[in-house]
């Protein structure tokens, strides 16, 4: 298969990445990008909906012919980030800005858009084109997910992509099974008895409790899951006390969970509380403990990434189709997952030292020559993947 994108659709893309570029949203505020996205949908000809998750839109496309009904999703939203780059085309608004590159996934999106309509006489099944909010921490795909994007048409297969400052620009990276581990919350706090400092002996000292809890707790990772199953927790926030003499009522803990494995992370809460009550126990505190299930393990079906792997190969050679490395990073694409089978894959879009920063990273840019692989990867799964596996 040849998929080549008109030179006018790739001037489109790159334009309409620079102008979401330039005026970033936050999670669940993405009316300027939806607005954006419903209306070339609109000109298109897709039968379009928009409001689901707040700001989601679906675009949807009826070949009429037999064939699975394909979901591919593109995020929408921005980070709080203060721009540091000097582009032409930087963030035009204080504190935001798109680090992750959910900028480009929209326009990728877009730019296939254009080409699935133009080529419709070659689809099968039916195409849902999902843009989605709140990818960053809020669950958007939770929440599209439960207004129904996969049961109205009902969804056979789902893709996604996410562009990588990890591998160099136009490869395509895909994993089978487990690719993002999950990521869930921990609140804690440590309740003791305040009082003064040289007197601990007469209060229940809540900092020297977190203390222990903070480093008995990496047994869990160390001693109770499996040397071979990754696993963090990292506690990320600890806030307690006033001043150098006083013991304070209470210290309160912010952490994250991750995991590799379903049962795994089922039994991360158990076994976390169990660590917080042995040092609580062992000083007379107590202690209040919340385990917020966050972003299910991003499981990738074998079928339909061998799907993704062979579309790459055909269309850039085998040294532009790699397995990819797992990541301890998570990504709301999980939801989708959890229901329906599909995969979730990463396209390169690093060309150098200026576009190989992390994600999240204040100077974060991406080399846009990802972006025709990107969009040649949605037509080609657009126009392959409602025509397998039914
Ligand atoms: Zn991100
Ligand atoms: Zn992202």
């Known amino acids: 298969m040849t998929i080549a994108i008109p030179q006018d659709v790739l001037d489109d893309v790159v334009a309409t990445r620079r102008d979401l570029h330039a005026h970033p949203e936050l999670a669940f505020e993405e009316t300027r990008t939806a607005a954006i996205v419903e209306a070339r949908l609109r000109a298109l000809g897709y039968d379009v909906r928009t409001g689901i998750a707040k700001t989601g839109v679906l675009g949807i496309l009826r070949s009429g012919k037999p064939g699975r009904t394909v979901l591919l999703r593109a995020d929408m939203d921005a980070l709080p980030i203060e721009e540091q780059n000097d582009l032409p085309f930087r963030s035009t608004v204080p504190g935001k800005m798109h680090a992750c590159g959910h900028d480009a996934h929209v326009a990728m999106l877009l730019g296939a858009a254009r080409v699935l309509m133009e080529r419709r006489d070659e689809l099968a099944g039916t195409l849902v084109l999902c843009f989605q909010p709140a990818e960053e921490g809020k669950g958007g795909g939770r929440e599209m997910v439960n207004e129904g994007v996969l049961d109205d048409p009902n969804v056979d297969a789902a893709f996604g992509l996410h562009i990588s400052s990890n591998y160099p620009a136009g490869v395509v990276a895909w994993r089978r099974g487990p690719f993002f581990a999950s990521s869930d919350s921990i609140e804690i706090t440590i309740r003791g008895r305040g009082g003064h400092g040289a007197s601990p002996h007469e209060g229940v000292d809540p900092i020297f409790t977190a203390?222990?809890?903070?480093?008995?707790?990496?047994?869990?990772?160390?001693?109770?899951?499996?040397?071979?199953?990754?696993?963090?927790?990292?506690?990320?926030?600890?806030?307690?006390?006033?001043?150098?003499?006083?013991?304070?009522?209470?210290?309160?803990?912010?952490?994250?969970?991750?995991?590799?494995?379903?049962?795994?992370?089922?039994?991360?809460?158990?076994?976390?509380?169990?660590?917080?009550?042995?040092?609580?126990?062992?000083?007379?505190?107590?202690?209040?403990?919340?385990?917020?299930?966050?972003?299910?393990?991003?499981?990738?079906?074998?079928?339909?990434?061998?799907?993704?792997?062979?579309?790459?190969?055909?269309?850039?050679?085998?040294?532009?189709?790699?397995?990819?490395?797992?990541?301890?990073?998570?990504?709301?694409?999980s939801f989708f997952l959890e229901r329906v089978p599909g995969s979730y894959f990463l396209i390169g879009a690093a060309g150098g030292p200026e576009t190989s920063k992390p994600h999240h990273n204040a100077a974060f840019t991406i080399d846009e020559r990802a972006l025709e692989t990107g969009v040649q990867m949605l037509v080609a799964l657009g126009l392959e993947a409602p025509r397998r596996g039914r």
């Open 211 to 333: 203390g222990q809890f903070i480093t008995s707790v990496q047994q869990v990772v160390s001693r109770n899951i499996s040397p071979l199953e990754p696993g963090v927790v990292t506690i990320g926030a600890i806030h307690g006390g006033t001043t150098h003499n006083v013991i304070p009522d209470t210290v309160t803990l912010l952490g994250t969970v991750r995991a590799f494995d379903a049962e795994v992370r089922a039994a991360m809460p158990e076994r976390i509380e169990r660590v917080l009550a042995a040092a609580c126990a062992s000083t007379g505190a107590t202690y209040d403990y919340t385990y917020v299930w966050r972003y299910p393990i991003t499981v990738n079906d074998g079928e339909q990434t061998g799907l993704v792997d062979e579309l790459a190969r055909g269309l850039f050679g085998v040294e532009r189709s790699v397995e990819g490395e797992r990541t301890m990073g998570a990504e709301d694409f």
